[in-house]
């Protein structure tokens, strides 16, 4: 499900820094309650801290304040080529499903959303192996010095194969992820009672926090099991702090359930669903405010504080093409391509 529609009004670079920039922010401000979930679905201090703020807070008092925000640097560098490949994998997609006519079904457009997620994730697999690795160990003992130690210590010590352990999850978890976009999607108009070409900002950041909190939930055994296999290693202190031994994810899925009960595949939800508002708060609103001052700086509006028209021009222009005629106005010059035959 798009969080927003795309506006010809900025250009490519522009939307990319736009979004990167919202994501970094979003990131940042509830990196607290990510550490949390990480530190609940590895097992970390499990018994001796419950609940994400009895977590967070054990990790402030033993590592300092600066711990909370162990690993987050590394989730935002990796939201530019993140993004550009998702953007990339889903114009692929979307190509391959569009029918002879240009439409697209929604089924179809979720579908290339999910594929491209997860085509985007595959891609970047090893930073977010690296975070894990950085959020589970302890500041006050490292293990690994920072991100470009991190990942040569890996390589070194288990092959360049390891920064891939629990990828197969990932392609796994897009399944219900898929399942849950679509029964969000379908059930729209019954929950608002109005069509969606008609839905408020409001409703539509209302609809992407129910769609991101019912994926989440039903993907999230396979992002625990996905934790698991990444902290876990031999070169670590307690095997990277994960609180049970397995030889795969298969085994580690029977090694939750013995150990814990089924509700054990859901340890950490509870902070992770706790994100979601605020994260996709902060993520709109910073969008908006970068999206008005690119519209400024482009021309289309008179102040980036406001979304008010600049008066006389013309808003369906791209803006190189707005460019061109503010240049011809003030040199009577315009720039045009060759005749062709």
Same mark, same amino acid.
């Given at each position: 499900?798009?969080?927003?529609?795309?506006?010809?009004?900025?250009?490519?670079?522009?939307?990319?820094?736009?979004?990167?920039?919202?994501?970094?922010?979003?990131?940042?401000?509830?990196?607290?309650?990510?550490?949390? !979930?990480?530190?609940?679905?590895?097992?970390?201090?499990?018994?001796?801290?419950?609940?994400?703020?009895?977590? $967070?807070?054990?990790?402030?008092? !033993?590592?300092?304040?600066?711990?909370?925000?162990?690993?987050?640097?590394?989730?935002?560098?990796?939201?530019?080529?993140?993004?550009?490949?998702?953007?990339?994998?889903?114009?692929?997609?979307?190509?391959?499903?569009?029918?002879?006519?240009?439409?697209?079904?929604?089924?179809?457009? @979720?579908?290339?959303?999910?594929?491209?997620?997860?085509?985007?994730?595959?891609?970047?697999?090893?930073?977010?192996?690296?975070?894990?690795?950085?959020?589970?160990?302890?500041?006050?003992?490292?293990?690994?010095?920072?991100?470009?130690?991190?990942?040569? !210590?890996?390589?070194?010590?288990?092959?360049?194969?390891?920064?891939?352990?629990?990828?197969?999850? !990932?392609?796994?978890?897009?399944?219900?992820?898929?399942?849950?976009?679509?029964?969000?999607?379908?059930?729209?108009?019954?929950?608002?009672?109005?069509?969606?070409?008609?839905?408020?900002?409001?409703?539509?950041?209302?609809?992407?926090?129910?769609? $991101?909190?019912?994926?989440?939930?039903?993907?999230?055994?396979?992002?625990?099991?996905?934790?698991?296999?990444?902290?876990?290693?031999?070169?670590?202190?307690?095997?990277?702090?994960?609180?049970?031994?397995?030889?795969?994810?298969?085994?580690?899925?029977?090694? @939750?359930?013995?150990?814990?009960?089924?509700?054990?595949?859901?340890?950490?939800?509870?902070?992770?669903?706790?994100?979601?508002? /605020?994260?996709?708060?902060?993520?709109?609103?910073?969008?908006?405010?970068?999206?008005?001052?690119?519209?400024?700086?482009?021309?289309? @509006?008179?102040?980036?504080?406001?979304?008010?028209?600049?008066?006389?021009?013309?808003?369906?222009?791209? /803006?190189?093409?707005?460019?061109?005629?503010?240049?011809?106005?003030?040199?009577?010059?315009?720039?045009?391509?060759?005749?062709?035959?």
């Amino acid at each position: 499900m798009a969080t927003w529609r795309r506006d010809g009004r900025l250009t490519g670079s522009q939307r990319l820094l736009c979004a990167g920039l919202a994501g970094a922010l979003s990131l940042s401000l509830t990196a607290p309650l990510e550490l949390a !979930t990480v530190l609940a679905q590895v097992g970390v201090g499990r018994g001796h801290a419950r609940g994400p703020g009895a977590a $967070a807070f054990g990790v402030w008092r !033993t590592e300092g304040p600066r711990a909370l925000w162990k690993g987050n640097a590394l989730a935002c560098l990796r939201l530019f080529p993140c993004s550009a490949v998702q953007l990339a994998a889903y114009r692929k997609f979307v190509a391959l499903f569009t029918d002879d006519l240009g439409h697209i079904s929604q089924w179809h457009s @979720i579908v290339a959303g999910s594929l491209a997620g997860m085509v985007s994730t595959i891609v970047t697999y090893p930073t977010d192996l690296i975070k894990t690795r950085l959020i589970v160990q302890n500041m006050l003992e490292p293990s690994y010095r920072g991100i470009l130690h991190a990942f040569s !210590t890996i390589c070194q010590q288990e092959g360049f194969l390891a920064l891939y352990r629990g990828v197969s999850l !990932t392609v796994l978890g897009a399944l219900p992820f898929s399942a849950g976009s679509l029964l969000v999607y379908m059930n729209l108009e019954k929950i608002w009672n109005g069509p969606r070409d008609r839905f408020s900002l409001l409703q539509n950041f209302a609809n992407v926090c129910l769609a $991101a909190a019912v994926t989440q939930t039903l993907s999230f055994p396979f992002d625990t099991v996905k934790r698991k296999m990444q902290a876990q290693s031999p070169y670590l202190p307690h095997r990277g702090g994960v609180d049970i031994h397995f030889s795969g994810a298969v085994d580690c899925f029977r090694q @939750i359930v013995k150990a814990q009960g089924v509700l054990g595949l859901w340890s950490g939800l509870t902070a992770n669903l706790l994100k979601i508002v /605020p994260y996709f708060g902060v993520m709109f609103s910073t969008f908006e405010f970068c999206k008005r001052i690119c519209l400024y700086q482009n021309g289309y @509006i008179v102040s980036p504080l406001s979304y008010k028209l600049t008066p006389g021009v013309d808003q369906s222009l791209k /803006p190189q093409e707005l460019r061109e005629l503010k240049k011809f106005f003030r040199t009577g010059k315009l720039k045009s391509k060759k005749p062709t035959l």
